[in-house]
Nanobody, 115 residues
């Protein structure tokens, strides 16, 4: 079955950096688009970034453009999100997502940006 497992979150000061990872299994990772979302309690889940199956095209939400970089290693079945210049508004649970026969989600990794 499809599994997505995120890691790399933590507590970081404003202006700091984190690198999130999402290890995928149960499907042909290199054949599917992947996405990152973030969830804040009481708010709608927010799309952050997308990457095509081959990794050649990426897209970002305006709120993270120029600060975050999405990438993937199709040999390691792993999706990444490099987050730089972090702001308190970036705080939330970050989840990776893919659509195979339906939407699949990881359990999320918590990012807290605070001084």
């Amino acid at each position: 079955q499809v599994q997505l497992v995120e890691s790399g979150g933590g507590l970081v000061q404003p202006g700091g950096s984190l690198r999130l990872s999402c290890v995928a299994s149960g499907f042909t990772f290199r054949g599917y688009w992947m996405k990152w979302y973030r969830q804040v309690p009481g708010k709608e889940r927010e799309w952050v970034a997308s990457i095509t199956s081959g990794g050649y095209t990426v897209n970002y939400a305006d709120s993270v453009k120029g600060r975050f970089t999405i990438s993937r290693d199709n040999d390691q079945n792993t999706l990444y999100l490099q987050m730089n210049s972090l702001k308190p508004d970036d705080t939330g649970a970050y989840l990776c997502n893919t659509y195979v026969d339906r939407d699949y989600w990881g359990q999320g990794t918590q990012v807290t940006v605070s001084s």
